[in-house]
């Protein structure tokens, strides 16, 4: 009998936790019961329930939700990874933010977690060439949860987008695996040039709320970004930076992932 992959019993096992917190919704708050059902448990699988998830996220007056359904159906059954790292997401919001007390709550009420899973689905398409259906997804996903993020970007898995009002990602943008954003964190260009124009985030970084990044430069893996700053140069790995226009004010220590601590301090050298 074949074996099921790590990546699968982990979504498994996700769905379990969800669908026993749901239960435990349904006792506690009666009147959100149809929220739940709808949201969780009218779905056999994660799958069909982030379908749905993402499919209600962007339902609109233009396109009939059952054609939106298939739109978000067809992505998902095409594309195994979006599932898996969506996922990966679940955990690193549950891991890292200290409200996030059960698996549940960014599937039911955290913005920055729906637009993520949105602009799966977009980015999907993109590479389908399906570009104008890309483009139509951001701009609902922009219009409704105030998060820009181009369909054309690239994001890893196991990213949080804590708040996440006011976030924007460039098209030529690229985020590394394990990478925490707070809001109003902006990954853009410095002006009209074409072409790779847009910041590439390495594996466990985190950037702090506001932080503006710009350019086609490099954040290391494992640095820190400080809140508010403007970063329009690279960062060494495991630096931290911060300031108008960002210096390396600190080392981030050997056995500490930034996105992970979500430990905003900035140790020096001294």
Same mark, same amino acid.
């Given at each position: 009998?074949?074996?099921?992959?790590?990546?699968?019993?982990?979504?498994?096992?996700?769905?379990?936790?969800?669908?026993?917190?749901?239960?435990?919704? %349904? /006792?506690?708050?009666?009147? &959100?019961? +149809? =929220? #739940?059902?709808?949201?969780? $448990?009218?779905?056999? *699988?994660?799958?069909?329930?982030?379908?749905?998830?993402?499919?209600?996220?962007?339902?609109?007056?233009?396109?009939?939700?059952?054609?939106?359904?298939?739109?978000?159906?067809?992505?998902?059954?095409?594309?195994?990874?979006?599932?898996?790292?969506?996922?990966?997401?679940?955990?690193?919001?549950?891991?890292?933010?200290?409200?996030?007390?059960?698996?549940?709550?960014?599937?039911?009420?955290?913005?920055?977690?729906?637009?993520?899973?949105?602009?799966?689905?977009?980015?999907?398409?993109? %590479? /389908?060439?399906?570009?104008? &259906?890309? +483009? =139509? #997804?951001?701009?609902?996903? $922009?219009?409704?949860? *105030?998060?820009?993020?181009?369909?054309?970007?690239?994001?890893?898995?196991?990213?949080?987008?804590?708040?996440?009002?006011?976030?924007?990602?460039?098209?030529?943008?690229?985020?590394?695996?394990?990478?925490?954003?707070?809001?109003?964190?902006?990954?853009?260009?410095?002006?009209?040039?074409?072409?790779?124009?847009?910041?590439?985030?390495?594996?466990?970084?985190?950037?702090?709320?506001?932080?503006?990044?710009?350019?086609?430069?490099?954040?290391?893996?494992?640095?820190?970004?400080?809140?508010?700053?403007?970063?329009?140069?690279?960062?060494?790995?495991?630096?931290?930076?911060?300031?108008?226009?960002?210096?390396?004010?600190?080392?981030?220590?050997?056995?500490?992932?930034?996105?992970?601590?979500?430990?905003?301090?900035?140790?020096?050298?001294?």
């Amino acid at each position: 009998m074949k074996q099921k992959s790590t990546a699968v019993n982990k979504t498994d096992e996700i769905w379990e936790k969800i669908i026993f917190e749901s239960i435990e919704i %349904k /006792k506690k708050e009666p009147l &959100l019961n +149809y =929220f #739940i059902e709808k949201k969780i $448990s009218d779905h056999n *699988s994660f799958q069909e329930c982030l379908s749905y998830l993402v499919a209600d996220n962007l339902e609109c007056s233009f396109i009939e939700f059952s054609e939106i359904k298939k739109i978000t159906d067809f992505a998902l059954d095409s594309d195994e990874k979006i599932i898996f790292s969506t996922v990966e997401d679940i955990l690193a919001n549950f891991d890292r933010d200290p409200a996030c007390t059960r698996h549940i709550n960014p599937v039911l009420y955290y913005k920055g977690f729906q637009a993520l899973q949105c602009y799966r689905i977009a980015n999907f398409y993109s %590479k /389908k060439g399906n570009l104008d &259906l890309a +483009y =139509f #997804i951001q701009m609902l996903v $922009s219009n409704k949860f *105030s998060v820009d993020i181009h369909p054309f970007a690239t994001i890893g898995k196991g990213i949080l987008m804590d708040h996440a009002h006011g976030i924007v990602i460039g098209e030529t943008a690229k985020i590394g695996d394990n990478v925490s954003l707070l809001h109003s964190v902006t990954l853009g260009g410095t002006g009209k040039e074409e072409g790779d124009r847009h910041p590439k985030i390495g594996n466990g970084v985190l950037l702090g709320a506001g932080a503006k990044v710009l350019g086609n430069i490099k954040i290391g893996d494992c640095a820190k970004v400080a809140s508010g700053s403007v970063v329009l140069t690279d960062v060494p790995e495991r630096k931290t930076v911060a300031g108008i226009p960002a210096k390396i004010v600190g080392e981030v220590p050997k056995e500490i992932l930034p996105s992970k601590s979500m430990d905003h301090e900035i140790i020096t050298n001294e």
